[in-house]
């Protein structure tokens, strides 16, 4: 069975920072690509930062520069550092993992992080 726990999320001020983590079991990251997406109230999911199965990364261009994925393979976690909050990075922010080879999703039930001005 299959499981996303994140969790790190809260309140922060702007230029603050925060680190995501995601706790899988069920999964080999060997054979699948993760990613952090985010909602805000009123607006759709969007993909924030993704590392694949072979380990190389992609960033919205809203968060490059600013936001950083990891894994840790021996504790099967995905982290999302996060630097230099602002308010517009508000939202509640889900883990997701894609099987490489039957593209199943798999979906976290969120954490929220809110970036006071």
């Known amino acids: 069975q299959v499981r996303l726990v994140e969790s790190g999320g809260g309140l922060v001020q702007a230029g603050g920072s925060l680190r995501l983590s995601c706790a899988a079991s069920?999964?080999?990251?060997?054979?699948?690509?993760i990613g952090w997406y985010r909602q805000a109230p009123g607006k759709q999911r969007e993909l924030v930062a993704r590392?694949?199965?072979?380990?190389?990364?992609n960033y919205s261009d809203s968060v490059k520069g600013r936001f950083t994925i990891s894994t840790d393979n021996a504790k099967n976690t995905v982290y999302l550092q996060m630097n230099s909050l602002k308010p517009e990075d508000t939202a509640v922010y889900y883990c997701?993992?894609?099987?490489?080879?039957?593209?199943?999703?798999?979906w976290g039930q969120g954490t929220q992080v809110t970036v006071s001005s």
């Open positions: 997701n993992a894609v099987n490489t080879l039957s593209r199943f999703p798999f």
């Open positions: 069920g999964i080999n990251f060997n054979f699948y690509n």
């Open positions: 590392i694949t199965s072979c380990g190389s990364t």
